[in-house]
């Protein structure tokens, strides 16, 4: 199985775990693509500004657009997004893991990421996947039967990236 996925509730919680994920595997010398993203609050905003690091080194992509304090919806800028899709997908080739940052509201209509997570899984690269509650059932559907969860430990969810990696060189 090289698909699986972390969900965690609470605001920034699967990000963190994320970024947590992809500091220990850099530091053990794997070598990623993917995303990994930071929420900034701002006090004079009601939504925070989204930030994409492009793995494994950058660059680093607004992926949100300000819009204002009275801004309501969705303030994701799909063209920055689509522009970080392109800066992964460059990078599968060189990787031994992919992870995404989340399957949210782009991954679940098919698009945003999901061509990086096909091409990695053609690859035969384990993909991480962050996921929130909203999306888990999209999720599932696009993954099928072959996806395996994992706890909200990262020592456990890196584990599990090696252990694929390890697999594969055999």
């Known amino acids: 199985m090289k698909l699986a996925y972390v969900t965690l509730q609470g605001r920034g919680r ?3 775990l994320i970024a947590e994920v992809a500091a ?3 530091a053990e010398g ?3 693509a993917g995303t990994v993203q930071s929420n900034i609050a701002r006090p004079d905003r009601r939504k925070c500004d989204m930030d994409l690091v492009v793995l ?3 660059p680093i992509v607004r992926i949100s657009e300000d819009r204002g304090d009275l801004a309501r919806g969705c303030t ?3 063209g920055a997004l689509e522009q970080t899709v392109l800066a992964v997908q460059q990078r599968l080739a060189g990787a031994e893991v992919l992870i995404v940052n989340k399957f ?3 991954e679940a209509e098919g698009r945003g990421l999901v061509p990086a997570i096909a091409d990695a899984l053609d690859l035969g690269l384990p993909v991480l996947v962050g996921v929130n509650g909203l999306n888990l059932a999209a999720f599932l559907a696009f993954a099928g039967e072959d996806v395996c969860p994992l706890p909200a430990d990262p020592a456990a969810v890196a584990r599990w990236c090696k252990a694929v990696v390890a697999k594969a060189a055999v």
Do not use: E, I, N
């Open 14 to 16: 699967t990000d963190a």
């Open 24 to 26: 220990r595997l850099t």
């Open 104 to 106: 949210g509201k782009r």
């Open 56 to 58: 494994p080194d950058g």
């Open 76 to 78: 994701l800028d799909s």
């Open 30 to 32: 794997l070598r990623l």
